[in-house]
Nanobody, 119 residues
Framework: VQLQASGGGLVQPGGSLRLSCAAS????????MGWYRQAPGKQRELVAAITSGGSTNYADSVKGRFTISRDNAKNTVYLQMNSLKPEDTAVYYC??????????????WGQGTQVTVSS
């Protein structure tokens, strides 16, 4: 099982970016999928998460600006980031609780994608 993240880049304050993360491999089902971020010198923190049923959870710092969504048919999770601020600059990682069979599952992480918000 692999998670492949994409969509990071350099954007000016107030701009938008859309991150994508696709899971591939031997997948029976995917429970929670999420996005985390880690800024230099800081711990990795949860940005947003979404269940297979569509329930969502957001960090207070991104509520109203970021939207997480998923396409279960494509095993893909998205993060739409609007009104970006310099403090959103970080490496963004996706993860997913993935079951390879009905009885076997674990959390997998994507490789990380850099988001830089700067003028």
């Amino acid at each position: 099982v692999q998670l492949q993240a994409s969509g990071g880049g350099l954007v000016q304050p107030g701009g938008s970016l859309r991150l994508s993360c696709a899971a591939s491999g031997s997948i029976f089902s995917i429970n929670v999928m999420g996005w985390y971020r880690q800024a230099p010198g800081k711990q990795r923190e949860l940005v947003a998460a979404i269940t297979s049923g569509g329930s969502t959870n957001y960090a207070d710092s991104v509520k109203g600006r970021f939207t997480i969504s998923r396409d279960n048919a494509k095993n893909t999770v998205y993060l739409q980031m609007n009104s970006l601020k310099p403090e959103d600059t970080a490496v963004y990682y996706c993860n997913g609780e993935i079951l390879a069979t009905m009885w076997e599952g674990q959390v997998y992480w994507g490789q990380g994608t850099q988001v830089t918000v700067s003028s």
